[in-house]
C-alpha cells in the first residue's frame, strides 16, 4: 500500500544550525561543548552540509519530508533579524552547501520545504539601512532601490514598525505595492527564487499577520514554478477560511497539537478533544485538514517530553495519537530520541549524535509508528469517524478508513493509571461480522461483532487495530466487490 504522492506524510523540522556539524567544515569551528548541558543564544556550528550527511538517518527512519529554519543571512541562528533574502548564510555553508542538499534530497526523494519570514527583517538589511537614509519622493534613487516605503518611519517609539515591539526587528510595509513585488509576485520574487532553485514548498512564519490575501498571493507565485509546490501557513491562530478556501494548501496544526497535549496531560478529557477534532474536520474538511502539518514539539515552545511533565508513557502515548490523527506527524528533530529529557528550554538543543545517550523506547514507538503511515493509506488520506463514547474522561477513540475496508484502522488511547476494557462501536462500512483484527502494539487479536469490538487499553497506553482478512484459512473476509 502507498501513500498518495506529494502528500507530505512525515515531516521533519530541522533547526540547521542545532542540527549537526560538518565533519568537513573547512576549518569553521563550532563550540567544544555541542553535546553538552548548558544552551544559549550563540551559534553552535550546524550547517547545511552536517544535513546532507545525515540524510539517510532520516530517510532510515522514514522522513519524507524536510523543513528548514531560515537559512538566509541572519544574526541570530533561528533566522530572526535577516540581512538577505536571496543569499545563503556562509556560516551554513553558503551556495555550496544549499546546492548539494537540493541534489542530495531530490535523490532520496524528499521534499524540501523552506521556513520564510516575510513580515520582518534586522537592522542590518539593506533595505532598512538605505531606506532609513532616504527622503520620500526623492526622484533621484533609482526606482528599483527605493527602499523607505518597504518600512513604516516615524513610528514612536523607535521611529520605525518594529515586530512585537523589538526594536531590532523592522516590521516590512505589506501594503507597499512594491515590496510585494519584490517578495511574491515578480519572476525574480522571493518566494519563486527559492523555488526554482529546488525547494518544493515554504512553511510560512507568522502566516496569522500577513493575512488573507498575502498567502493568496505566495501560493499564487509558487504555482508559478511548479504546480506540485505547497504553502504551508505557520499559523498560532485558527485559520479555516485559508484552509477551506485553498489559499494554502494547509497549516502548522498547532490548534490541534495543544488538544492533544492537553488531553495527554490530564487538562482536557478525552469526549472535549473528541469535540475539538470534529469541529476542526468541519471547519477545515476533510481535505484540508489531511494536509495540515500536527507538530508536539516547537522551537519556542519546547518538547513534548517537558510539556507532558517527563511522563515517558504519556509521551509515547501522544506520540501514537499524533500519527493516528488526519495531517502529517511533524517531527521537530531529536523529538524521536528525546532530546532533552524533560528540560523546558529544550527546544533549540544540539541534536545528539550519540546513540548511547538515545532513548530506544521512544526511537522504536516512531519507528512502528511510521511504517503503519507507509502500510496504511487511511492514515494519510483516510476519512475519520469519532469512537469516543460520550463523556469519556480517559479513553479516546477513532476510526481511520477509505473505501477500502482492508486498510481502516481503529485505534483507542487510554491516558487512565490503570488498564480499561472499552467497547467500542464503530460505523464504518464494509467491516464483516466476525473479521479477524490485530494490536499492532500488542499482537493481541480481536475480532468485529456487528460492528463493535470490546478492546483492552494498557494504563497510559494504545491499542491500534488493523485488519487481517487472510486469517482463517481458505477464507477471506474482505472480498472483492
Given at each position: 500500500?502507498?501513500t498518495?504522492?506529494?502528500?507530505?506524510?512525515?515531516?521533519?523540522?530541522?533547526?540547521?544550525d542545532?542540527?549537526?556539524?560538518s565533519?568537513?567544515?573547512?576549518g569553521?569551528g563550532?563550540?567544544?561543548?555541542?553535546?553538552?548541558?548548558?544552551?544559549?543564544?550563540?551559534?553552535w556550528g550546524?550547517?547545511?552540509?552536517g544535513?546532507?550527511e545525515?540524510?539517510?538517518?532520516?530517510?532510515?527512519l522514514g522522513?519524507?519530508?524536510?523543513?528548514?529554519?531560515?537559512v538566509?543571512p541572519?544574526?541570530s541562528?533561528?533566522?530572526?533579524?535577516?540581512e538577505?533574502?536571496?543569499?545563503i548564510?556562509?556560516?551554513?555553508?553558503?551556495?555550496?552547501?544549499?546546492?548539494?542538499?537540493v541534489k542530495?534530497a531530490?535523490?532520496?526523494?524528499?521534499?524540501?520545504?523552506?521556513?520564510?519570514?516575510?513580515?520582518?527583517?534586522?537592522?542590518?538589511?539593506p533595505w532598512f539601512?538605505?531606506?532609513?537614509?532616504?527622503?520620500?519622493?526623492?526622484g533621484q534613487?533609482?526606482?528599483?532601490?527605493r527602499?523607505?516605503?518597504f518600512?513604516?518611519?516615524?513610528?514612536?517609539?523607535?521611529?520605525?514598525?518594529a515586530?512585537?515591539?523589538c526594536?531590532?526587528l523592522?516590521?516590512?510595509?505589506?501594503?507597499?505595492?512594491n515590496?510585494r513585488?519584490?517578495?511574491?509576485?515578480s519572476?525574480?520574487?522571493?518566494?519563486?527564487?527559492w523555488?526554482e532553485?529546488g525547494?518544493r514548498?515554504?512553511?510560512?512564519?507568522s502566516?496569522?499577520e500577513?493575512?488573507?490575501?498575502l498567502?493568496?498571493d505566495?501560493?499564487r507565485?509558487?504555482?508559478?514554478v511548479?504546480a506540485?509546490?505547497?504553502v504551508?501557513?505557520?499559523?498560532?491562530a485558527?485559520?479555516?477560511?485559508e484552509?477551506?478556501?485553498?489559499?494554502?494548501?494547509?497549516v502548522?496544526?498547532?490548534?490541534l497539537?495543544?488538544?492533544?497535549?492537553?488531553?495527554?496531560?490530564?487538562?482536557i478529557?478525552a469526549?472535549?478533544?473528541?469535540r475539538?477534532?470534529?469541529h476542526q474536520r468541519?471547519c477545515?474538511?476533510?481535505?484540508?485538514?489531511?494536509?495540515c502539518?500536527n507538530?508536539?514539539?516547537?522551537?519556542?515552545?519546547?518538547?513534548?517530553?517537558a510539556?507532558?511533565?517527563?511522563?515517558?508513557?504519556?509521551?509515547?502515548?501522544?506520540?501514537?495519537?499524533?500519527f493516528?490523527?488526519p495531517?502529517?506527524a511533524?517531527?521537530?528533530?531529536?523529538?524521536e530520541?528525546?532530546?532533552?529529557?524533560a528540560?523546558v528550554?529544550?527546544g533549540?538543543r544540539?541534536m545528539?549524535?550519540?546513540?548511547?545517550?538515545?532513548?530506544g523506547?521512544?526511537?522504536?514507538v516512531y519507528?512502528?509508528m511510521?511504517?503503519l503511515?507507509r502500510?496504511?493509506?487511511?492514515?494519510?488520506t483516510?476519512?475519520?469517524?469519532p469512537?469516543?463514547?460520550?463523556?469519556?474522561?480517559?479513553v479516546?477513540?477513532?476510526?481511520?478508513?477509505?473505501?477500502?475496508?482492508?486498510e481502516?484502522?481503529?485505534?483507542?488511547?487510554?491516558r487512565?493509571?490503570?488498564a480499561?476494557r472499552?467497547?467500542?462501536?464503530?460505523p464504518?462500512?464494509?467491516?464483516?461480522?466476525?473479521?479477524?483484527l490485530?494490536?499492532?502494539?500488542?499482537?493481541?487479536?480481536?475480532?468485529m461483532?456487528?460492528?463493535?469490538?470490546?478492546?483492552?487499553?494498557?494504563?497510559?497506553?494504545?491499542a491500534i487495530?488493523?485488519?487481517?482478512?487472510?486469517?482463517?484459512?481458505g477464507?477471506?473476509?474482505?472480498?472483492?466487490?
Open positions: 500500500m502507498k498518495a504522492a506529494g502528500m507530505p506524510s512525515i515531516v521533519y523540522e530541522i533547526l540547521v542545532r542540527f549537526k556539524r565533519e568537513s567544515d573547512g569553521r563550532a563550540p567544544a561543548t555541542w553535546n553538552g548541558d548548558a544552551e544559549d543564544g550563540a551559534r550546524g550547517d547545511l552540509w544535513v546532507v545525515q540524510l539517510d538517518y532520516l530517510t532510515g522522513v519524507d519530508t524536510l523543513v528548514l529554519s531560515p538566509w541572519a544574526n541562528p533561528l533566522g530572526e533579524g535577516l538577505d533574502f536571496f543569499a548564510d556562509p556560516r551554513l555553508g553558503g551556495e555550496p552547501a544549499f546546492t548539494a542538499l542530495a531530490h535523490a532520496r526523494s524528499l521534499q524540501l520545504l523552506l521556513r520564510g519570514i516575510f513580515n520582518r527583517v534586522g537592522r542590518a538589511h539601512v538605505e531606506g532609513m537614509r532616504q527622503q520620500p519622493e526623492d534613487i533609482d526606482p528599483a532601490m527602499w523607505r516605503s518600512f513604516d518611519f516615524g513610528r514612536p517609539p523607535y521611529g520605525h514598525a515586530h512585537r515591539g526594536p531590532e523592522p516590521e516590512l510595509n505589506l501594503a507597499d505595492h515590496l513585488h519584490r517578495l511574491f509576485h519572476d525574480r520574487s522571493v518566494v519563486r527564487t523555488l532553485r525547494c514548498g515554504w512553511v510560512v512564519d502566516a496569522e500577513l493575512g488573507y490575501q498567502l493568496h505566495i501560493q507565485a509558487a504555482r508559478t511548479d506540485s509546490c505547497s504551508i501557513a505557520d499559523s498560532h485558527f485559520s479555516d477560511r484552509v477551506r478556501d485553498g489559499v494554502v494548501d494547509g502548522v496544526n498547532h490548534y497539537g495543544q488538544a492533544l497535549l492537553a488531553y495527554a496531560g490530564g487538562r478529557d469526549s472535549e478533544l473528541s475539538l477534532l470534529e468541519l477545515y474538511g476533510s481535505r484540508g485538514l489531511a494536509q502539518f507538530p508536539l514539539s516547537s522551537f519556542n515552545d519546547g518538547r513534548a517530553l510539556r507532558l511533565g517527563g511522563e515517558i508513557a504519556l509521551t509515547q502515548l501522544a506520540v501514537q495519537l499524533q493516528v490523527l495531517g502529517a511533524t517531527i521537530l528533530y531529536g523529538d530520541i528525546g532530546l532533552g529529557g528540560l528550554d529544550a533549540r544540539p545528539q549524535w550519540d546513540p548511547a545517550r538515545w532513548d523506547d521512544l526511537r522504536n519507528r512502528r511510521i511504517e503511515r502500510l496504511y493509506p487511511a492514515l494519510l483516510g476519512d475519520v469517524a469512537l469516543t463514547p460520550r463523556g469519556a474522561t480517559d479516546f477513540a477513532l476510526a481511520r478508513f477509505t473505501r477500502v475496508p482492508r481502516t484502522i481503529i485505534a483507542a488511547f487510554n487512565g493509571h490503570e480499561r472499552q467497547l467500542l462501536f464503530v464504518v462500512e464494509g467491516l464483516v461480522n466476525g473479521l479477524p490485530i494490536d499492532v502494539i500488542s499482537g493481541n487479536r480481536l475480532a461483532r456487528d460492528s463493535t469490538v470490546e478492546v483492552e487499553l494498557p494504563a497510559q497506553g494504545a487495530l488493523a485488519p487481517v482478512p487472510d486469517a482463517v484459512p477464507y477471506v473476509f474482505l472480498k472483492d466487490r
